[in-house]
């Protein structure tokens, strides 16, 4: 009865296409991801260099997102989605033709870096906003999301140790061109969707400044939302630390290898799916303000944990705690935001959160990057903490006056008597 109602959205036919299709595909995003990061540092030797191309991957997201979220409102979001991983396909195979053909510079990783973070810009967005209409009951979205977050960290866990062994015996363009044939899968669940017609509520007529206005003064003016974004900007700027010093933390302090990398990164994905899998379990929003600030709070305790060792089992268990703390965050601000948001600008708020998630770790790679090159990464391990602590502190004091400001929204949507 349990698991029946942990995998209670894979119920809707839409989901359970969506879900499986895609957990196959991020198997060989999170490979490529691996891949990407030991070619650059092989390339370069630089974490600098390797916080510059995670920076170009996500910046598009930080200047695009606002925009992209009224685009969203007012565009067909399963076509949407059915370019964007197409284009993402493309560009994995790019990346396998100039490696596999000895051609590969760090330039070109920088453009193809610029062109999937564009890319990914309007993916993530529609791909959040699309959930709900998948899921026939409104009460099934939280387990939703919580399932897909189940999936990115499945495949967290999966596509970096694969990485790793292929690491081990080819070259990270073989992990490029595994990613590449992965997008077949989640092209295929797209095209046998049955969708119903989703009713477009935002008029094309009205101006872009206008929609994006009225997008910002929702958010702005809504205490809830805007503390939900405050935070997971500063967790995603603080979260970004672990990915732009993992290659470096490997070799040069635990002086390890590429299957070290992958067994690193992995861990982080189990600590993600015992969070997402924990939300899961979850048949009500009520409550989820106090995890997204204990989220935080793990997530920054993990980080200041890692600047302090050089064993690697207990780094492993640091970075799953890391892991947990971010998924358990992201995940539940990501719910209660579809929650609480107004259907007619789902898109916005959603965009929003793409700049806050994604948007803002490039601030964060560069700005780590450039705390490990100019002190060590023991420091930025242990600011990037200090400032996630900060903010689930916060947050959780501010927690009574959120509540009082959804009370109304939870009674209309049959949450609360």
Known sequence: MRLKSLLRSLSNRNFRLFFFGQGFSLIG??????AMSWLVFQLTHSSFKLGLVLFLANIPSLLLSPFIGVLIDRWNRHHV?????????????VLA?????GTIAI????????????????DITARQTFTPEMISRRE????????????FNVARLIGPSLAGLLLAVTSPSICFLANGITYLAVLAALLAMRLPTRPIKESPHKSLHNSLREGVHHVVTCVPLRNILLLAALGSIAGSSYVVLLPEFTVKILHGNASTLGLLSASTGCGSLAGALFLATRKSVLGLGKWIALGSIIMGLGLVGLSQTSHMELS???????GYGMIVQMAASNTLLQ????????????????????????IGSLFTGYLSSTFDTSLAFQLNG???LLGGVFFALELPRMREAVRQTYVRLKILP
């Open 29 to 34: 995003t999170w490979m490529q991801q691996i």
């Open 140 to 151: 099934d979205l939280g387990n939703a999301i919580a399932l897909n977050s189940s999936m």
């Open 97 to 101: 033709f100039l490696g596999l053909t």
């Open 81 to 93: 989605i059915l370019l964007t991983q197409s284009l993402s396909m493309v560009q994995a195979f």
């Open 339 to 362: 929650t609480i948001s107004d259907e007619d600008k789902r898109g916005r708020v959603l965009s929003f959160y793409t700049l806050a998630f994604i948007g803002m770790a490039p």
């Open 386 to 388: 200090f400032f996630s």
């Open 316 to 322: 492993a268990a640091l970075l799953a705690t890391v």
């Open 107 to 122: 330039w070109q990783v920088y453009v193809l870096s610029l062109f999937l973070g564009v890319v990914n810009a309007f």
